[in-house]
């Protein structure tokens, strides 16, 4: 044990660990899958892994050659890719590391802070998505792969070694660039590191050896760059080279200057306000319990790493100022030109970094300069007594930004959860060519239609290589084509769908609270706190999509996760909206017997009205009227009921509307004037 005290490396590596394990592992096995994740689950599922070449080929090839060969292995099982990617996230960490120990062997103290701050940084907070974003894992670990093996093959007199390390070095280079096309900008992090590491060994020939280290690195960085631009068409905008340069021609001046502004504004919210403006978007989330979690954990990451530092401080002697001064000034203009280089490809392709839905993502590649420069910053400007305290202030806020982003998609996973789980007690198969319309309650959201038509498929349709049921999030824009019944095509990376907004359905889940609400275009019936998108979508919705008389789906746990309770009130409001469709009201009556037995009750007043409406058609008057009385106590509820029955009188449907208005609506009537 005195040993493994006193071994200061092995602390050090023990404690990056933990704080990514505080950061990241933590959450793997409660998190499922988002957005991108979707389509490729359905794509593994219904076409095979072979089909993932042809579905990345128009953007990134090596993706769907990587999906080819992951998927077989990790399967649908969220918590293997999340296991995965966090491997992966781990080694580029000590990668890092250890490039930075080969440069400035002197300076541990600084190193080691570069490492932790790379190894936490808040800026990136998709790490809880690692089925699409293990990609961008993999090219950062072939990066860094290349930039250490490159110094390995500078320092090694050994020929052969020599000659090992530069093969292996010119592999990952041209693999790299091929993950993510504006990870190229990390050749300018290679160059400036070798150039310092070459500097160093003082050679009588200094330019010329570097230009001769560099040759091999910028081949094929040109060989990559001369393919994308000349030869590779990307079906992707912000990819497509002739796009890009039609917008810069179209306005050059206007051009060149917003793109100077955007790479000022990227560097420094990629350097400071990454440690500041992801935690305020974040603090406010969850309960006081979910808050005083993160906390807690964010606490332990930072007392570990006082602990550390007062034990090296007792065991070590002080680094002099002067090997301060000189190897901290080239950390840090290496570091600075690290944030440039790698936000330069990004900020030419009109993107830039925003600490807002993924938009992040950007800022992986240049937040390992950015954590070395702002680890010399704190070096060179903060007082040797005030350095730890800073540094753990650091930690601080990126283990509780980590914890309350990871908190926010584990209940985001829930939501989804609810939602195909509830869908699946209420509706056994929906017809083909149905436009699903879902809608999430605040703060959750949907950004695009695969995260419907995916699992809707994966549930109804899973073995069929065509996507049956199509899908859109409830906006403004699809709320309009409802109106005018509008069809069209979408295209997602070779998977194409044609959107008929003549067949929509719509379901919604209004609040955290409520069970999920399949509407009635028909019969229109909303809950007092639907959305207003929502209510001017129900109208169009057909629910007769439904195929009720088929057999219920049984969902596939290692996609949806384990089946909510069915003693829930939420299973018998959808197993009632299911009999009441089909007008089977002893069947609903029955159900709102067991219900009872259990003391379950709703949330949302509205779910009362199935078994209301079972009631008041069978004639059983008592129970019908205390129903209608819960109903009732929503005044706003009471009067969107009764507006909307009127409306729908004419209509044809397997219930009396009439009796539904005399029970509901008949305390609102106002006495005539005598």
């Not at 072939?142 to 530069?166: C, D, G, P, Q």
């Not at 935690?279 to 309960?287: F, M, S, T």
């Not at 195929?547 to 049984?554: C, M, N």
């Not at 009130?569 to 067991?594: M, N, T």
Request: glycine share 6%.
């Amino acid at each position: 044990m005195k040993k493994v005290l006193q071994n200061h490396t092995l602390l050090s590596i023990i404690l990056i660990l933990v704080l990514m394990i505080l950061a990241y592992a933590i959450w793997v096995p409660f998190l499922g899958f988002y957005r991108e994740d979707w389509y490729v689950t359905w794509n593994g599922v219904a076409r095979g892994a072979s089909a993932f070449p042809s579905m990345y080929a128009g953007e990134r090839p090596l993706m769907g050659h990587l999906y080819a060969y992951l998927y077989p292995i990790l399967g649908n099982r969220s918590f293997l890719w999340g296991i995965y990617a966090f491997i992966l996230r781990v080694a580029g960490v000590f990668v890092f590391g250890a490039i930075l120990r080969q440069l400035w062997p002197n300076q541990r103290n600084m190193t080691f802070l570069a490492t932790v701050l790379f190894a936490i940084y808040p800026g990136f907070l998709q790490q809880v998505q690692p089925n699409c974003f293990q990609m961008h894992f993999h090219g950062i670990l072939f990066a860094l792969l290349s930039i250490h093996w490159m110094l390995r093959s500078v320092s090694i007199e050994h020929y052969l070694k020599s000659l090992t390390y530069r093969f292996m070095a010119v592999v990952c280079a041209a693999i790299y660039p091929f993950t993510m096309e504006y990870y190229i900008g990390l050749e300018g992090m290679r160059y400036a590191m070798l150039w310092f590491f070459v500097r160093q060994q003082k050679s009588e020939k200094f330019t010329r050896k570097f230009l001769f280290e560099s040759l091999p690195y910028l081949l094929v960085s040109g060989s990559f760059l001369y393919w994308r631009v000349f030869i590779f068409e990307s079906d992707r905008p912000t990819l497509n080279i002739g796009r890009l340069l039609l917008t810069y021609s179209s306005n050059s001046f206007n051009s060149v200057l917003s793109m100077g502004l955007e790479l000022f504004r990227d560097m420094i919210e990629t350097v400071f306000l990454a440690w500041i403006v992801p935690l305020y978007n974040q603090w406010y989330y969850g309960d006081y319990q979910t808050q005083f979690v993160g906390v807690l954990m964010a606490l332990l990451g930072a007392g570990l790493w006082g602990l550390l530092y007062y034990h090296s401080q007792k065991s070590q002697v002080h680094e002099a100022d002067t090997q301060f001064t000189h190897d901290l000034q080239a950390a840090l203009l290496i570091g600075f030109i690290s944030v440039i280089s790698t936000l330069i490809p990004v900020v030419s392709t009109l993107q830039n970094i925003r600490f807002v839905g993924r938009d992040d993502r950007f800022s992986l590649p240049a937040s390992m300069g950015a954590s070395l420069l702002l680890a010399v910053l704190i070096m060179i400007c903060v007082h040797r007594k005030v350095r730890p305290w800073l540094a753990g202030v650091l930690i601080f806020s990126a283990l509780i930004t980590h914890s309350q982003y990871a908190r926010y998609m584990i209940d985001f996973w829930k939501v989804q959860q609810q939602v195909w789980w509830q869908l699946s007690w209420r509706a056994p198969n929906i017809k083909r060519n149905t436009l699903l319309m879902v809608n999430l309650p605040f703060p959750f959201y949907l950004a695009e239609g695969y995260e419907i038509w995916a699992p809707a498929n994966l549930m109804y349709y899973r073995d069929n290589p065509r996507p049956r049921i199509t899908g859109e999030v409830i906006s403004q824009e699809s709320v309009a084509q409802l109106a005018w019944r509008g069809k069209n095509t979408r295209n997602y990376r070779g998977i194409y769908l044609y959107r008929d907004f003549d067949n929509p359905l719509v379901v919604s889940l209004p609040s955290l609270s409520s069970c999920l609400h399949v509407l009635d275009g028909s019969q229109v019936e909303l809950s007092a706190i639907e959305e207003p998108l929502v209510q001017l979508a129900a109208p169009y919705s057909q629910v007769q999509r439904i195929l009720i008389d088929e057999t219920f789906v049984k969902l596939d746990e290692t996609i949806f996760g384990k089946e909510p309770s069915r003693s829930s009130w939420c299973y018998f409001y959808q197993k009632a909206s299911y009999y009441r469709q089909k007008g089977d009201w002893q069947a609903v009556i029955g159900l709102a017997e067991q219900a009872s037995k259990q003391k379950l009750a709703p949330y949302d007043v509205y779910e009362w009205l199935p078994f209301f409406v079972a009631y008041a058609m069978t004639g059983q008057t008592i129970q019908a009227a205390e129903l209608a009385q819960n109903i009732r106590s929503d005044p706003n509820l009471t009067a969107s009921l009764c507006k909307n029955w009127r409306h729908s009188q004419s209509g044809n449907s397997i219930e009396d509307i009439s009796v539904l208005i005399g029970y509901i609506c008949i305390k609102e009537e106002k006495p005539s004037s005598q």
